[in-house]
């Protein structure tokens, strides 16, 4: 399974973004999607999760109320869109794959990240 993320950038805070990570390889809508995201000097964190059907979602608590995670089951593709964003968000923002239950996210799979970066 692969995964390609894309859709970073250079933005201003206040600005909004949409992430796409396109997945092949394997039987999309059998698996639960994540996005994560590590800072310069900082671990990687949780952001976001999507159910494998699209219907549960779970959020990291910097980013409840700003963040939208979704997906298309026709287009093999997960999105996050980015909204009201500060320069705390900055980071390189990476889509994962994972099997078994959505609550318990056990990356099986890891895409190669997407630069985002927030001036103030």
């Known amino acids: 399974v692969q995964l390609q993320a894309s859709g970073g950038g250079l933005v201003q805070a206040g600005d909004s973004l949409r992430l796409s990570c396109a997945v092949s390889?394997?039987?999309?809508?059998?698996?639960?999607m994540a996005w994560f995201r590590q800072a310069p000097g900082k671990e990687r964190d949780f952001v976001a999760s999507?159910?494998?059907?699209?219907?549960?979602?779970y959020y990291g608590q910097s980013v409840v109320g700003r963040f939208t995670v979704s997906r298309d089951n026709a287009k093999n593709t997960v999105y996050l869109q980015m909204d009201n964003l500060n320069p705390e968000d900055t980071a390189v923002y990476y889509c994962?794959?994972?099997?078994?239950?959505?609550?318990?996210?056990?990356?099986?799979?890891w895409g190669q990240g997407t630069l985002v970066t927030v001036s103030s």
């Open positions: 390889g394997g039987t999309f809508s059998r698996y639960n």
């Open positions: 994962a794959a994972y099997d078994g239950n959505y609550y318990d996210v056990d990356v099986d799979y």
């Open positions: 999507i159910s494998s059907k699209g219907g549960r979602t």
